[in-house]
């Protein structure tokens, strides 16, 4: 059990930081939802806030990488990165935590009335949010060596499945709710990710052959990202023009 939390208890200052910083996140996150985000409950606030605050912490994780690939020489604060993961999981956990208990009473058969995902795009969030759990496991320096870095890689490779579901939930669920200023940081954090992971997809392409998995898997998410817009538009814009 040491070795497991050995990095956290080596770095402890910063963890704790980490943890306060995240509280204070989320508070204001609440505090603009009740205030600004148009709810009709305290519930519904603490809901959203959770769901804002995960999904914005999954991102930034996804876009230090990028930033990291920008300038290698801060590549080593990579425990940046696991942190805004880690904590984007916890947000995630709490926003299905009080989600259920909120809105559906506990009651899976009302979560997955519908399996056409989007219809019900809560199935896209329990797929994001399946395969961010496995790295949330996974996301230490012991499961690393334990693992070993070839299969752990493979394992975290996942998230770039996990945050197209993840986009497309926040996209369908609710589409009023990101008409606010939280809605919008996240969707512009979301378009600068996106944005760079496909500039370092093309430029690392260039240097290799097709066959390389890692090329496979940026042609595959590349195609669900095509097939997500093709289904936002057909879902609300093609009503509005036709």
Same mark, same amino acid.
């Given at each position: 059990?040491?070795?497991?939390?050995?990095?956290?208890?080596?770095?402890?200052?910063?963890?704790?930081?980490?943890?306060?910083?995240?509280?204070?996140?989320?508070?204001?996150?609440?505090?603009?939802?009740?205030?600004?985000?148009?709810?009709?409950?305290?519930?519904?606030?603490?809901? /959203? +806030? #959770?769901?804002?605050? %995960?999904?914005? !912490?999954?991102? =930034?994780?996804?876009?230090?990488?990028?930033?990291?690939? $920008?300038?290698?020489?801060?590549?080593?604060?990579?425990?940046?990165? /696991? +942190? #805004?993961?880690?904590? %984007?999981?916890? !947000?995630?956990? =709490?926003?299905?935590?009080?989600?259920?208990?909120?809105? $559906?009473?506990?009651?899976?058969?009302?979560?997955?009335?519908?399996?056409?995902?989007?219809?019900?795009?809560?199935?896209?969030?329990?797929?994001?949010?399946?395969?961010?759990?496995?790295?949330?496991?996974?996301?230490?320096?012991?499961?690393?060596?334990?693992?070993?870095?070839?299969?752990?890689?493979?394992?975290?490779?996942?998230?770039?499945?996990?945050?197209?579901?993840?986009?497309?939930?926040?996209?369908?669920?609710?589409?009023?709710?990101?008409?606010?200023?939280?809605?919008?940081?996240?969707?512009?954090?979301?378009?600068?990710?996106?944005?760079?992971?496909?500039?370092?997809?093309?430029?690392?392409?260039?240097?290799?052959?097709?066959?390389?998995?890692?090329?496979?898997?940026?042609?595959?998410?590349?195609?669900?990202?095509?097939?997500?817009?093709?289904?936002?538009?057909?879902?609300?814009?093609?009503?509005?023009?036709?």
């Amino acid at each position: 059990m040491s070795k497991l939390f050995e990095g956290a208890v080596k770095d402890w200052k910063f963890v704790l930081g980490f943890i306060l910083f995240s509280i204070i996140f989320w508070v204001a996150e609440l505090a603009y939802q009740v205030y600004f985000g148009n709810v009709l409950s305290f519930d519904m606030a603490i809901v /959203r +806030s #959770f769901a804002f605050s %995960g999904a914005t !912490f999954i991102t =930034l994780s996804l876009l230090s990488s990028i930033v990291f690939k $920008f300038h290698p020489k801060y590549a080593k604060y990579h425990y940046v990165r /696991r +942190s #805004f993961g880690v904590m %984007g999981v916890v !947000f995630g956990m =709490l926003h299905i935590y009080t989600a259920l208990n909120a809105y $559906f009473f506990w009651n899976l058969s009302m979560v997955y009335s519908s399996l056409n995902p989007i219809e019900n795009p809560l199935i896209f969030g329990s797929f994001a949010f399946s395969l961010l759990f496995i790295m949330f496991l996974t996301s230490t320096d012991w499961a690393e060596e334990k693992l070993t870095p070839p299969r752990w890689k493979m394992i975290h490779r996942l998230v770039y499945f996990a945050y197209w579901a993840l986009i497309a939930h926040f996209l369908l669920t609710n589409p009023p709710a990101l008409m606010n200023l939280a809605g919008y940081l996240l969707i512009f954090l979301a378009l600068v990710t996106l944005a760079g992971q496909l500039y370092w997809f093309v430029k690392m392409s260039s240097m290799r052959k097709f066959a390389n998995l890692g090329t496979k898997i940026g042609f595959i998410v590349i195609l669900l990202y095509l097939i997500l817009a093709y289904f936002i538009y057909m879902k609300y814009f093609s009503q509005v023009i036709t």
